[in-house]
């Protein structure tokens, strides 16, 4: 198992709700606070974004499904600020000292936050692991999708998607592997797929025999199949 | 149609903030496991041949949503997404049109 987070093919959630396309992006002004807020403190540099997802993801399942969208932002970012000593649970309750804080210097000011969006955080990278699978080679993901080395660690093999057999549609070049950094391990970058996974590997009753999910796949997350 | 199950991840620097449902539980739930039933509820009504491709199309990247867009895809160039395509047709849950047309 991995966490609530992982609900891809979950049963019960209910309809879709569609809202008009001029509808506002943010329903309410704390969350283009709260977007700021998180975008802000990412650009502290005190962790990546592997990071900052599992931080969103290990939050109490009973938290992550009351919490509105922005709310699990807010708790994640609340939580990396402490571990990563940024703030203290003090500083939260606003019982900090005041002064000024040793990362000052490295403020995002509204004049640098666009070029800063711009750049983004690209994750591709020279790798020394040799790329194992081509365009058509058919491949087996892990039987069980966690972290491979830190139980309940982030990753990006979804439980619905374990042990499934797909074929290799592309391969992106080799990319940071977030079950590694997430977790302060390294980078330690290595291959990426685009992998077709049929319907019928799925799911017990898929909707439509001929659909397929395409995931983007890390090298060590497949296996050959004959 | 694209779906981040894991964690509602979204290109925003090219399509902007995303809409309320791409952020849901109930699409991120049931998009892979039942994407037609969910276009159903976005007006959109797959036929029987078509295909069915969830997250990114390793064959035809990016060039998808031009194939029936307006005009046609010579008409389409990425640098003019934001003017021809409402996220829909960009996250793929509604087909290209231009904005503001019905």
Known sequence: MTRVHDMGGRFGDGPVRPEPEDALRFAEDWHARALAVTLASGALGQWNIDRSRHAREKLAPQDYARFSYYEKWLAG????????????????????????????????????????????????????????????????????????????????????????????????????????????????????????????ALWQAPEHGGDEVVLDLWQSYLDPAP | MVVCTLCSCYPWPLLGIPPGWYKSDAYRARAVREPRAVLAEFGVTLPETARAGLGFDGRDPLSRPARCAPGGPRAWSPMRWPRWSPATAMIGTGLPRERGAS
Not at chain 1, 77 to 88: C, I, K, P, Y
Not at chain 1, 111 to 131: F, Q, T, Y
Not at chain 1, 161 to 180: E, I, K, N
């Open chain 1, 77 to 200: 970012l609340a939580d990396l600020l402490v571990e990563t000593g940024v703030l203290s649970t003090d500083d939260l309750a606003g019982a900090g000292v005041d002064g000024p804080h040793q990362l000052a210097d490295r403020v995002l000011t509204p004049e640098n936050v666009a070029a800063a969006l711009a750049r983004g955080g690209p994750a591709d990278r020279d790798s020394a692991v040799p790329v194992r699978f081509k365009p058509g080679d058919r491949v087996r993901t892990r039987a069980r999708a966690g972290n491979a080395r830190v139980p309940g660690g982030h990753t990006r093999l979804p439980t619905y998607a374990q042990g499934a057999l797909g074929t290799v549609l592309r391969v992106h070049g080799s990319h940071v592997l977030p079950d590694s950094a997430a977790h302060g391990l390294g980078e330690a970058p290595e291959p990426l797929y685009a992998v077709a996974l049929p319907a019928t």
